[in-house]
């Protein structure tokens, strides 16, 4: 695909609406660290095909790379160059490809729901498709098990399996998976949760992510509202771990927390210097909650009780200033259902989150990213061309219709204005 050449004109009514164009710019915003104005600049002039003008933004900045092709947040029905990119990427042995996005790092974390005998192959595929599709560097999972992780290691070859406990006696247990050509595995424990009635435990991994040395973590606390607090004692472990892990390593916890808002609260919420991503990010109401009930049938109720809980989540802490990575993208993944199985690929959404390996010392802007002076400049050039009531970058999009209940989705994932179906 060629960037920085003109697209050509374009007819008036071939234009998105106003709508369409602000979200695309905070697409834009969303991915290269920078704001709708440059993202204006760069669309208007290639048809508001947005990886179009990403391509273009990164051959302008090439420590960003040299194409687009692993953007995370396009469809075919938006983007038909992104989509014919995407084709032909099946399964087969370790490969090593260009990393055309050697500023990003993808972290993903999801509880694959392996208790659930059901039609298991075809969904642990359906989480392999995703795991490959969004080309993550780290996947946290929960609620493995022994036929499940047979399909990843078939599967996944491109990527180290570190199991967290395939001798616990209750069959399920955590994996964290490595992509072998963007990490290097330096040594793991598992550390065991003494007091669990239901064999849970902490994996540790150490590991360096692009160059990032990173501490990895990911666990799958006590489950059940009755038993909050084991869960709480065993969330003190992992946010201990976190406080102590060396400040050379950038230390990321993740996984099916099972946590109630209260319950964090009582402990006294986070300690100094770790974040919740998701709350980092922007706090989308698209991305909040993991285990919805509502709008994911895999466990069936009967209508009886319906529920939605923010039970997997993701905590940052960082290294020593300067800091190496800056979270910039928080989505769901797996709201699509496994074709010809008509379900979801597990009872939970799964959470991804994206950051940018940041320049370098004193610099906290990512590898690309531009100056206050040429944001300005930017600004100004293409101020005259912004469709009306745009919104800046900091302000959230809108998450399209809203009915009765403020907190009501469709039943197949978050409005497209935030992330477009898979």
């Known amino acids: 695909m060629s960037s920085g050449d003109s697209e050509g004109e374009v007819q008036e009514s071939d234009l ?21 104005a440059l993202a204006m600049f760069f669309l208007q002039d290639r048809q508001w095909i947005v990886a179009r003008a990403l391509d273009a933004f990164f051959a302008q900045n090439p420590g ?21 990119q995407s084709m032909g990427s099946g399964e087969g042995s370790e490969t090593k490809v260009p990393d055309v996005q050697p ?10 729901d392996g208790l659930d005998t059901a039609n298991l192959k075809q ?7 995703t795991i490959k599709a969004e080309k993550v560097e780290v996947a946290l999972l929960q609620e493995v098990v022994a036929n499940s992780e047979s399909v990843l290691r078939e599967s996944l070859t491109d990527y180290k399996i570190i199991s967290g406990g395939t001798s616990s006696k209750e069959g399920y ?22 007091s669990s009635t239901m064999g849970r435990n902490l994996l540790v991994v150490n590991s360096t992510v692009k160059g990032v040395p990173m501490t990895l973590m990911t666990s799958h606390l006590e489950s059940t509202k009755s038993h909050a607090g084991e869960r709480k004692r065993q969330l003190g472990i992992g946010l201990n771990r976190m406080k102590d892990a060396s400040t050379e390593r950038t230390v990321l916890f993740g996984g099916d927390l099972n946590l109630r808002d209260k319950e964090l609260e009582s402990i006294g919420g986070l300690p100094e210097g770790i974040v919740d991503v998701w709350e980092e990010t922007g706090s989308r109401k698209e991305a909040r909650y993991t285990w919805d009930t509502y709008r994911n049938d895999n466990l069936a109720t009967d209508g009886k009780w319906r529920t939605r809980l923010r039970f997997d989540r993701l905590y940052l802490r960082q290294c020593s200033p300067p800091a190496k990575l800056k979270p910039v993208y928080f989505e769901l993944v797996g709201l699509q259902r496994v074709p010809d ?20 010392s004193g610099d906290s802007r990512p590898f690309g990213a531009l100056s206050a002076k040429e944001a300005e400049e930017s600004q100004a050039k293409s101020s005259s061309l912004k469709p009306e009531n745009s919104k800046s970058s900091d302000a959230p999009a809108s998450s399209g219709k809203k009915s009765g209940n403020p907190e009501a989705q469709p039943s197949e994932g978050p409005p497209p204005a935030k992330r477009p179906k898979d």
């Open 173 to 194: 247990y955590t994996a964290i998976l490595l992509h072998k050509q963007h990490t290097h595995l330096d040594d793991f424990e598992t550390v065991p949760y003494f």
């Open 103 to 112: 500023h990003r790092v993808r972290v993903m974390s999801w509880n694959i």
């Open 341 to 360: 199985v008509h379900r979801f690929p597990s009872d939970h959404w799964g959470i991804l989150a994206h950051f940018d390996i940041l320049s370098g």
């Open 123 to 129: 969904r642990t595929r359906a989480v392999i498709n």
């Open 64 to 84: 960003y790379g040299e194409s687009m092709q692993e953007y995370p947040t396009l469809n075919a029905a938006e983007d038909p160059l992104a989509a014919a």
């Open 16 to 36: 998105p609406s106003a709508a369409e164009c602000e979200e695309r710019c905070q697409k834009f915003a969303e991915v290269t660290g920078t704001d709708t």
